[in-house]
């Protein structure tokens, strides 16, 4: 195996000169530094990245933490989508992703900084985790650098990646009632989410923005599942069926809830409209196709890393990044004719 001494050897400088030339630095002259690199290249060089980890201190690896990975998240396939995200922005930049799934319960049995030093990870990107999960806190407050995929908490160490929740459900608001609506109803997450806390807000704000008086009952929730939206849609419109549209904030809650409606005999779109949250795949193909406030969760995982490696390599003193969303008009939204 050729080895940066032979390097040093073929280009007839130190060592030292060709070690801080691939690990990056700032004093080898420009010229000396692609002649190496050029070298490393046609002795076709591996660096030992134990050696190197020990040297620089790094491991180049970063750690993707998903809370609650389970196989029924299959269908709306977001944590794919951010997970290849993250790939492929940490593949152009030389860095190694290992991922690792948590639960509440794991997280009574180890500690956030033991998990990370275990995977020797030099940062981490944490999806899917709740206001209440253990780990939360210690990310706060532990120096380890982290990025949260949609929970809003800028630290020195700690910044957050997401899309504007607030106003892409005040645009879907804003459309309803640009078709007539009036009596629209919410079917939300769950209290433990903060994406759930971002897009009650959004609808909030788009019922007052149009002077439309809130009604407490005509907000549910559907635990960001398709069953459990089916079952508080069916109850929320037999008590109430002067109802006309649905905000739904998640797709998979939206198909929960065209579920619901059907089976009390609604025709989609004539006698209710239903939007989504998210633009899954899946929400181009069922019938009636889905109308949805689309966001890139593929960008996410892009801006998520490069926000985690600015914040490794102290490039950018920011901690945020607020991602646009559109909404996409399709079958499932229509005038009201109440």
Same mark, same amino acid.
């Given at each position: 195996?050729?080895?940066?001494?032979?390097?040093?050897?073929?280009?007839?400088?130190?060592?030292?000169?060709?070690?801080?030339?691939?690990?990056?630095?700032?004093?080898?002259?420009?010229?000396?530094?692609?002649?190496?690199?050029?070298?490393?290249?046609?002795?076709?060089?591996?660096?030992?990245?134990?050696?190197?980890?020990?040297?620089?201190?790094?491991?180049?690896?970063?750690?993707?933490?998903?809370?609650?990975?389970?196989?029924?998240?299959?269908?709306?396939?977001?944590?794919?989508?951010?997970?290849?995200?993250?790939?492929?922005?940490?593949?152009?930049?030389?860095?190694?992703?290992?991922?690792?799934?948590?639960?509440?319960?794991?997280?009574?049995?180890?500690?956030?900084?033991?998990?990370?030093?275990?995977?020797? !990870?030099?940062?981490?990107?944490?999806? =899917? &985790?709740? %206001?209440?999960?253990? $780990? *939360?806190?210690?990310?706060?407050?532990?120096? +380890?650098?982290?990025?949260?995929?949609?929970?809003?908490?800028?630290?020195?160490?700690?910044?957050? !990646?997401?899309?504007?929740?607030?106003? =892409? &459900?005040? %645009?879907?608001?804003? $459309? *309803?009632?640009?078709?007539?609506?009036?009596? +629209?109803?919410?079917?939300?997450?769950?209290?433990?989410?903060?994406?759930?806390?971002?897009?009650?807000?959004?609808?909030?704000?788009?019922?007052?923005?149009?002077?439309?008086?809130?009604?407490?009952?005509?907000?549910?929730?559907?635990?960001?599942?398709?069953?459990?939206?089916?079952?508080?849609?069916?109850?929320?419109?037999?008590?109430?069926?002067?109802?006309?549209?649905?905000?739904?904030?998640?797709?998979?809650?939206?198909?929960?809830?065209?579920?619901?409606?059907?089976?009390?005999?609604?025709?989609?779109?004539?006698?209710?409209?239903?939007?989504?949250?998210?633009?899954?795949?899946?929400?181009?193909?069922?019938?009636?196709?889905?109308?949805?406030?689309?966001?890139?969760?593929?960008?996410?995982?892009?801006?998520?890393?490069?926000?985690?490696?600015?914040?490794?390599?102290?490039?950018?003193?920011?901690?945020?990044?607020?991602?646009?969303?559109?909404?996409?008009?399709?079958?499932?939204?229509?005038?009201?004719?109440?």
């Amino acid at each position: 195996m050729t080895t940066i001494k032979d390097i040093a050897k073929t280009v007839g400088v130190s060592i030292t000169t060709v070690s801080r030339a691939l690990n990056g630095y700032s004093d080898v002259n420009e010229k000396t530094r692609n002649k190496i690199k050029q070298v490393a290249k046609d002795l076709h060089y591996s660096p030992n990245a134990v050696a190197r980890s020990l040297v620089m201190n790094q491991t180049k690896t970063i750690g993707l933490l998903v809370s609650g990975l389970t196989r029924s998240g299959a269908k709306d396939n977001i944590v794919f989508d951010v997970l290849t995200g993250v790939n492929d922005y940490c593949g152009e930049n030389d860095y190694d992703i290992v991922l690792f799934n948590t639960t509440t319960s794991k997280q009574k049995e180890k500690t956030y900084a033991q998990l990370c030093r275990e995977r020797r !990870v030099d940062g981490v990107i944490v999806q =899917g &985790i709740k %206001k209440n999960d253990p $780990y *939360l806190i210690e990310i706060i407050e532990n120096q +380890i650098p982290c990025v949260l995929v949609d929970i809003p908490i800028e630290e020195d160490a700690v910044g957050y !990646v997401t899309t504007d929740n607030i106003n =892409g &459900i005040l %645009k879907a608001v804003d $459309y *309803l009632v640009s078709l007539g609506h009036q009596n +629209i109803a919410m079917v939300n997450g769950h209290d433990q989410a903060f994406v759930s806390q971002e897009r009650l807000k959004g609808y909030h704000a788009g019922l007052k923005k149009h002077q439309i008086p809130m009604r407490e009952d005509w907000v549910v929730n559907g635990e960001f599942e398709e069953e459990a939206a089916e079952k508080v849609t069916q109850q929320l419109l037999t008590e109430d069926p002067s109802i006309t549209a649905l905000v739904c904030a998640s797709d998979l809650m939206a198909f929960g809830a065209i579920h619901a409606a059907k089976k009390l005999g609604y025709e989609i779109p004539k006698d209710i409209s239903v939007v989504g949250f998210d633009n899954i795949v899946l929400s181009s193909y069922v019938t009636p196709t889905l109308t949805t406030i689309s966001q890139d969760t593929h960008k996410i995982g892009v801006e998520a890393a490069k926000l985690l490696i600015e914040l490794l390599e102290k490039k950018d003193n920011r901690r945020s990044t607020l991602l646009p969303n559109e909404l996409i008009v399709r079958e499932t939204t229509a005038a009201n004719r109440h």
